[in-house]
């Protein structure tokens, strides 16, 4: 469990206004952030790329995506993917003309863009840097990305949301009895993101940070990058209101 929580106390308020008075509890109250985190390796990457070909001849090029989709689906057999975890959505296709430049005159078709985008789940990942391997560079092929994730990710949530909790009540109990004062029960508990809610009261905000997002996603470029992340991070985090006494 991380030690980062942000705690605010808030006691014994005097508003000067009763637009403020409306927006906060009148009674003494300390309002906490309880967090909880792990970082635990994956057991499947969700995936998805776009199957792409430009042609004068729309024919041409939607015969260009279908054969590699084929080919695609044939390597996605071969390294232990279910046909169940694939999804294959409907090809789109577009007219490209001189006039998308802003160019004068009748319009000239320079030629047709046909894409298919597809999905599928990785569940043994040791198979996935050679999928991606048989993809990256190849013509056709586009936009392959990856986020990485917990089969378990609700059972694992569900037990950082409970930390959250009890971490929400220790740090109340840490901050009131240095002041003779004791947390009651719980007045309000929200999941939403902590920047809302403390906004509302008239605190700072708070954001994550990009760097916890780039651990569960990544987007093949070069053959050498395509590696596995060794842990990806969840987290759990509960505001809380307790009333004080």
């Known amino acids: ?38 970082d635990t390796p994956p057991d499947l990457a969700v995936c998805s790329l776009t199957l792409r070909a430009i042609d ?12 590699r989709l084929k080919a695609v689906l044939a390597t996605l057999s071969t390294k ?3 046909p169940g975890d694939i999804e294959s959505f409907s090809i789109n296709k577009q007219m490209l003309t001189n006039n998308e430049y802003g160019a004068k005159g009748p ?10 985008a597809l999905k599928f789940t990785a569940r043994q990942l040791d198979s996935l840097p050679a999928i991606e391997t048989s993809m990256v560079g190849e013509p056709n092929i586009e936009n392959i990305n990856c986020r990485f994730d917990r089969k378990d990710r609700k059972g694992i949530e569900a037990d950082l949301l409970t930390k959250a909790l009890q971490s929400a009540r220790d740090q109340a109990d840490k901050l009131t009895q ?68």
Do not use: Q
């Not at 605010?8 to 985190?37: H, K």
């Not at 001849?57 to 054969?67: L, M, Q, R, W």
């Not at 319009?107 to 298919?116: E, K, P, T, W």
């Open 1 to 38: 469990m991380s030690d980062r929580h942000l705690c605010c106390l808030i006691g014994l308020l005097f508003c000067a206004s009763e637009a403020c008075a409306a927006d906060i509890p009148e009674y003494p109250f300390v309002f906490v952030v309880g967090r909880a985190d792990i």
């Open 56 to 67: 004068l001849d729309p024919g041409k090029a939607e015969s260009t995506v279908d054969a």
């Open 80 to 82: 232990h993917v279910s």
């Open 107 to 116: 319009a000239v078709i320079r030629g047709y863009d046909v894409s298919r």
């Open 178 to 245: 240095p002041l003779g004062r004791h947390v009651t029960a719980a007045v309000a508990i929200s999941k939403s993101p902590f920047d809302s809610i403390a906004g509302s009261l008239g605190l700072g905000g708070y954001s994550s940070t990009s760097e916890l997002t780039g651990r569960m996603f990544k987007k093949s470029a070069e053959p050498d990058v395509l590696l596995v992340p060794s842990t990806i991070y969840i987290s759990a985090s509960v505001n809380v209101l307790f009333k004080m006494e």
